[in-house]
């Protein structure tokens, strides 16, 4: 059940294996196609230009997935592990199938990138031996929500500010950071991961080390449809039953986010941009 998406621009090209781990509403695009869209308008303003190609592949079998083996990942740059209703944390057979790809990936692909999306996001902690689960509040972080930002962060989004704002979709987080002593010979003894930033319900809302790895809790791409509409799905699911929380999260869906930073930050994860500009701040104003 794979879908290839072509570059929309005449560019050197970077080749991203997407791997969906759910499905959005029937009446939106695929999590793949508009991941797709998001971060081919961020190559387009990446310094030189960027064009993406990428290739969707659903891996959950109940919905009519499976999970791809190492040989199909050949010519691709990197992966993108999306975001999904299952737990990362659990034990469902084709989470352990996808963490073993993983692993081999990780461990026989020494210049192949790994970025993931909320689910994505801890599953690819996991991997490097995080834990991961419930938030201790119990609660969900919905729709927009401020990420502070460490000096990681801040160089990431190349922005002098201290905060950015993305929508969220998420009950569980990466507890704990990972590094080498967690990760099972995965990372080097001198590798260090780094956090990107923080919110006062996630501790850890992303996870980065240059040229690997790149991960976000947040989702960067969603919209405001896509925002009521996933709330909509989870309430009437019973995973959010907090209808308060629900409608004053439904509330934020239009207001703007920052998510073409988040793109643009993938993006220099497989090829830093060489236009000289460290931060936004600095980039001088059109008359």
């Excluded at 929309?8 to 080749?15: E, R, Y």
């Excluded at 971060?39 to 791809?68: D, F, N, W, Y």
């Excluded at 210049?111 to 938030?135: E, M, N, S």
């Amino acid at each position: 059940m794979s879908r290839h998406f072509r570059p929309t621009i005449d560019a050197p090209v970077i080749k991203l294996f997407v791997l969906e781990t759910d499905e959005t509403a029937p009446e939106q695009e695929s999590f793949a196609e508009i991941l797709h869209n998001h971060m081919s308008k961020a190559g387009a303003s990446h310094h030189p230009p960027l064009g993406i190609e990428t290739e969707q592949e659903l891996v959950v079998p109940e919905l009519g997935g499976r999970v791809p083996k190492y040989e199909e990942f050949e010519g691709y740059d990197g992966l993108l592990i999306t975001g999904s209703r299952y737990d990362a944390h659990g034990d469902d057979q084709w989470i352990m199938d996808l963490l073993d790809l993983l692993r081999e990936l990780w461990k026989r692909r020494p210049a192949f990138c790994f970025t993931g999306v909320c689910f994505g996001c801890q599953l690819l902690a996991r991997l490097l031996g995080a834990k991961i689960g419930p938030a201790p509040s119990g609660d969900w972080e919905l729709a927009h929500s401020k990420i502070n930002l460490s000096p990681v962060g801040q160089r990431l989004f190349r922005t002098k500010k201290p905060e950015i704002f993305l929508h969220q979709m998420h009950a569980d987080q990466v507890k704990e950071m990972p590094g080498p002593e967690t990760a099972d010979g995965l990372l080097k003894p001198d590798t260090e991961v780094q956090c990107w930033g923080s919110s006062e319900h996630t501790p850890i809302q992303g996870l980065y080390i240059p040229s690997r790895l790149f991960t976000t809790q947040a989702h960067l791409a969603f919209d405001e449809d896509m925002v009521r509409r996933q709330i909509e799905m989870r309430v009437e699911s019973g995973g959010i039953q907090d209808l308060a929380h629900a409608d004053q999260a439904r509330e934020t869906a239009h207001l703007e986010h920052d998510g073409d930073k988040v793109a643009a930050a993938i993006l220099r994860v497989f090829q830093f941009d060489n236009d000289g500009v460290a931060y936004e701040e600095d980039i001088p104003t059109k008359p």
